[in-house]
């Protein structure tokens, strides 16, 4: 016998508690027993009824998308209203009858047809939107003739509203209908095929924050599908409300400044890593996209040779030209290659290895320093130090100024461009390293590449006196309720060890390639405000070309660039603007630096 | 090992009661799954038969072992299958997503299963060398605590909270059905719920609340789930006293209940068969927990005892759930009906338990 020890159970202990657990297992079959008759025998009849004609429906309520502000706080996405014209093919009837008198109404297409067939024998009772975003004489057609449209009926969804169209597309981006591949990444979401996603710039980077929860309803309708009374309803949660750094009216100002051209306005804070604007042009109507657009309007936005598509702040690359060489000053100083007074001769051209380089003045800087050769943006000088620094330690430079690497910026599809050194070139083309290669990469030519908002980074590290920040774009994130979820003020920095004494002479000489008589943005010197910059014209193909073609060819015009920053004295705002084939910086690119920071510093425009 | 005398001691009864939901179970997904016109239902009639004859196979294997065995090599056991949960939840991440099943070629094993019934044999073998008239104090139930927490914690990183929490279910029954002493029984309830408390209140960011629900909720869509239960009830309800009649069921059209053949296959019977039909089913399932209690009552060992005990408890907590879900009682958490439901691992598992339980039975006139 088993039990035998002293204080241990015995068998009787034991069926004692199997008693105990008998009654309570007894308990749970008369509760499941309770319930059974609660449904079956009291509320049977109710039961039945519901039943008889499977008349429960369900239907999907979408969320309003979350609203997005500029930094001011100016609506700038909104939502709008919008009718869909949607069949229940169990309650249809006869698809080929309904089609017939729908056709009456709206414009159906044979695809349709079959749709609801198949979805009469495998989804019944799931709705078909087989009419998107309809007029609203349609939708007063629909209601007037529902006792003829059995199944048919109106949803009121709300819709993406771009309010700004074409001033802030490539930040903002678009939406799109998710695509299989997206649905299966978002599974505890209820989206379905033809839902509208984000599908670029910040739409779909904060995909997740402005859709909002979907809500729902379980309604019972009748034979002909209309809706008896709603059995109980989970309303939907609008999505989070984004507030961008943007401020849309300089950006309206940036877009209007480039104009006909192609090409981009990057502006930032140079403190806090703000993007106060990023215009890229031409800009496309984001609108289309959600209304829906024509072949023809999409053959055209793909096959235009400026590329609308493509937002050159991020994904332009260019080579910088002379805007490059802040970076090979900076690293001539720092690493005590050259001093402050030490002066290079420039006679106009430098020989080196077997062939002469040019100076962008023919005649020469002659005996010149380095805030001189900044200031006149003198080529022979740069060679010299070139030279000296050789290619690798300029990449080293380079690098710590951003450049070749991605700025990590919110949206996708940024690029990182190119920083040039031997390794580098080994990797890519097997050979090794040029001397003179570094002539052409110190003033910014050769495999040079940078973005336009890594230009505004670098110069936001002059006007910062020595940190590299990261832009970003999302300023607050508040929820539908109002509660704050994100809410960032400054970005991370990273010092770039550079000694601010270096970098105080630089800017003195980008202080004076504007305000001096001898600068090369002399030009756009305002009287108001003291602004900083350098001009760059990068090259796109050799110079006999350019010459050949005397400038008639505007794809082989040289880029425009401009960098600049003010005050000089306590820096509000960074500006990087290119404009493609703009042939001078001084020209083209320079003044739009100009009003852009008239603009935002001292909000007004002056022409 | 062997004996003539036990083929004299096989339990009929058992065997019969577990033939008899066989059968309604077949008849049941052969129902929900047929349609007019679409030849699709016997597909899963067949495949379910095979689960079964597979696990009367299983059954007999595990029930002409000495259940002595069980008790020799239970810890074994219960590792490899913590094991085995460890390899899916390292695999699953490999694979970039959630994975809860070993694939053997013919079918997907789910440790997390086993793990229910490695758990009652190792508790069981526990609590048969730490038994008290007065019940078990808190020493007595720091190792019972841990052998359920480590299958707990790995099967909540698959995720699968309903499993994880039908772990803590079951070990729960068998430590109240060995009785604890009251302080130890208040102060543990005390120190659970302070600790549950916190857990959601401080470890679990907003995100991950959310998430919770929605592991409780398989229905992807969080108006999908209430919308099963509403469509369930209508079916139970509508089945009214005396049902619908054998495929005669409305509410079981293929795309009502996605899940109609497995979670949700006693709405479709209770449409059918209507409360008198539905009451008789009760009955059936509760001979089968009353017969498997008495085998525990009969068997004169303590590891027989409890082991028959948990066996029960992993039927009866499992069917209690699921039945209580499809009734519209409790929020909707994936849980088979067992033996009932469509699906391998479920029937399997469920089997092996029987099997034991079987082993139990056969052996109740030895001395130990």
């Known amino acids: 016998m088993a039990f035998r020890i002293d204080g241990n159970p015995e068998p009787e202990w034991f069926r004692g508690r199997l008693n105990i ?24 009849e109710n039961y039945r009824k519901l039943s008889i004609n499977n008349s429960v429906r369900i239907q999907r309520i979408a969320p309003a998308r979350g609203l997005i502000f500029d930094r001011n706080e100016k609506l700038i996405v909104d939502n709008r209203p919008s009718f869909n014209v949607k069949i229940v093919p169990k309650d249809a009837g006869s698809i080929d009858e309904l089609l017939d008198r729908l056709c009456q109404i709206i414009e159906i297409s044979e695809d349709t047809a079959k749709e609801l067939k198949n979805a009469q024998i495998y989804t019944p009772f799931k709705a078909i939107t087989i009419a998107d975003d309809v007029d609203r004489d349609v939708v007063a057609k629909i209601e007037t003739n529902q006792f003829f449209l059995p199944g048919t009926f109106i949803s009121v969804e709300p819709k993406r509203d771009y309010l700004f169209p074409g001033i802030a597309s490539h930040v903002i981006g678009y939406l799109g209908e998710a695509d299989t591949d997206f649905l299966r990444s978002k599974k505890n979401i209820p989206l379905r095929v033809g839902d509208y996603v984000g599908k670029s710039g910040i739409e779909k980077k904060f995909e997740d924050y402005l859709r909002g929860e979907y809500g729902g309803a379980q309604v019972e309708v ?13 309303p939907p949660t609008p999505g989070d409300n984004i507030t961008l750094t943007i401020d849309l009216e300089l950006q309206k100002y940036a877009v209007e400044l480039l104009g006909e051209e192609a090409g981009a306005v990057v502006a930032m804070d140079p403190n806090s890593g703000e993007v106060l604007c990023m215009a890229s042009t031409p800009v496309f109507n984001e609108n289309l996209f959600v209304t829906g657009m024509t072949d023809l309007q999409w053959k055209e936005l793909i096959e235009n040779p400026l590329r609308p598509l493509e937002n050159k702040a991020i994904q332009g690359k260019y080579p910088p030209g002379s805007v490059f060489k802040m970076i090979p000053a900076a690293a001539g100083l720092e690493e005590e290659l050259i001093t402050a007074d030490e002066k290079y001769f420039c006679s106009g051209r430098y020989f080196y290895g077997d062939r002469f380089f040019r100076c962008w003045n023919k005649y020469g800087h002659g005996n010149i320093n380095i805030k001189e050769a900044l200031i ?19 990449a080293e430079y380079a690098r710590l100024f951003g450049l070749g690497s991605k ?46 908002l890594q230009m505004a980074v670098m110069t936001s590290a002059f006007a910062n006196k020595g940190s590299l920040v990261k832009p970003f774009l999302v300023k607050k994130i508040v929820s539908s309720k109002g509660k704050t979820i994100r809410d960032v003020r400054e970005s991370k920095k990273k010092d770039i060890g550079i000694n601010k004494d270096y970098l105080k002479i630089i800017n003195e000489g980008l202080d004076m390639v504007v305000n001096s008589h001898s600068g090369t943005g002399f030009s756009i010197k305002s009287d108001k405000i003291r602004i900083a910059g350098k001009t760059g014209t990068a090259q796109v193909v050799s110079s006999e070309k350019y010459k ?15 960098i600049a920053f003010a005050p000089v004295e306590d820096p509000k705002i960074a500006v990087a603007v290119l404009v493609e084939h703009g042939e001078h910086g001084s020209g083209t690119a320079a003044p739009i630096a100009k009003k852009i920071i008239e603009k935002y510093c001292l909000g007004e425009i002056n022409d | 090992m062997i004996d003539k005398k036990l083929f004299a001691n096989f339990d009929w009864v058992l065997f019969i009661l577990i033939i008899a939901l066989f059968f309604i179970s077949l008849a049941e997904i052969y129902s929900a799954t047929h349609k007019e016109g679409i030849i699709y239902g016997s597909d899963f009639v067949v495949k379910q038969g095979i689960w079964f004859l597979g696990g009367i196979i299983i059954f007999f294997i595990l029930g002409v072992i000495d259940y002595h065995f069980y008790e020799r090599w239970c810890l074994f056991f219960y590792w490899a299958v913590n094991l085995s949960l460890v390899y899916v939840i390292f695999e699953g991440r490999l694979a970039g ?9 013919f079918m997907n094993l789910q440790p997390s299963e086993l793990a229910k019934i490695a758990l009652v044999l190792v508790l069981a073998r526990h609590f048969s060398k730490n038994l008290f008239i007065k019940g078990v104090g808190l020493r007595q139930l720091i190792m019972p605590i841990f052998y359920t927490m480590v299958p707990f914690i790995l099967i909540l990183k698959q995720p699968d909270l309903g499993t994880a929490g039908t772990l803590v279910l079951i070990a729960g029954l068998i430590i109240l059905f060995v009785k604890v002493g009251k302080k130890t029984l208040w102060s543990l309830i005390g120190a659970g719920s302070i600790l549950t408390i916190v857990f959601i209140m401080f470890f679990l960011k907003e995100y991950q609340r959310k998430r919770i629900i929605s592991f409780l909720n398989p229905g992807q869509d969080p108006l999908g789930a209430g ?3 509403i469509q369930s009830k209508i079916a139970i309800g ?10 005669e069921g409305t509410q079981n059209a293929l795309s009502f209940l996605p899940e109609q053949h497995t979670d949700f296959i006693f709405s479709v019977f209770a449409e059918e068969w209507g409360f008198l039909g539905s009451i008789l089913f009760l009955c059936l399932y509760f001979c089968i927990l009353v017969w498997g209690l008495k085998i525990a009552g009969s068997c004169r060992s303590r590891f027989g005892i409890i082991t028959g005990v948990g066996l029960v408890s992993i039927v009866f907590w499992q069917l209690f759930i699921n039945l209580g879900m499809v009734m519209g009682i409790f929020p909707v958490v994936g849980m088979p009906l067992p033996l009932v439901s469509y699906g391998g691992t479920s029937v399997i598992t469920i089997m092996s338990g029987m099997g034991i339980l079987m082993s139990i039975s056969m052996r109740r006139f030895m001395a130990r």
């Not at chain 1, 002909?224 to 309803?233: D, L, N, P, T």
């Not at chain 1, 080529?379 to 690798?392: M, T």
């Not at chain 1, 599809?413 to 003179?436: C, H, L, R, T, Y």
């Not at chain 1, 050949?548 to 401009?562: D, I, N, V």
């Open chain 2, 238 to 247: 509508s089945g009214m006293f005396y049902g619908k009649g054998y495929c």
């Open chain 1, 548 to 562: 050949m073609s005397k400038g008639k060819r505007k794809k082989w015009l040289p880029h425009a660039w401009f």
């Open chain 2, 97 to 105: 997503g959630s994975q809860r099943w070993i694939s053997l070629g």
């Open chain 1, 407 to 452: 700025t990590g910026i919110e949206i996708d599809n940024e690029e990182a461009g190119i920083v040039p050194d031997s390794k580098w070139k080994m990797q890519k083309f097997g050979k090794s390293w040029q001397g003179g290669e570094t002539l052409s990469v110190v003033i910014g030519q050769g495999y040079n590449l940078v973005t336009p």
């Open chain 2, 227 to 229: 919308y099963h239960i």
């Open chain 1, 376 to 394: 006149e943006s003198c080529d022979v000088y740069f060679y010299k130090l070139g030279i000296k620094l050789g290619v690798d330690k300029l």
């Open chain 1, 222 to 234: 009748n034979a002909r599908g209309k809706i008896m009374q709603v059995i109980s309803e989970i």
């Open chain 1, 21 to 44: 657990l008998l009654i309570w297992i007894s308990a749970a079959f008369f509760i499941l027993g309770l319930r059974l008759f609660w449904l079956q025998v009291i509320n049977g």
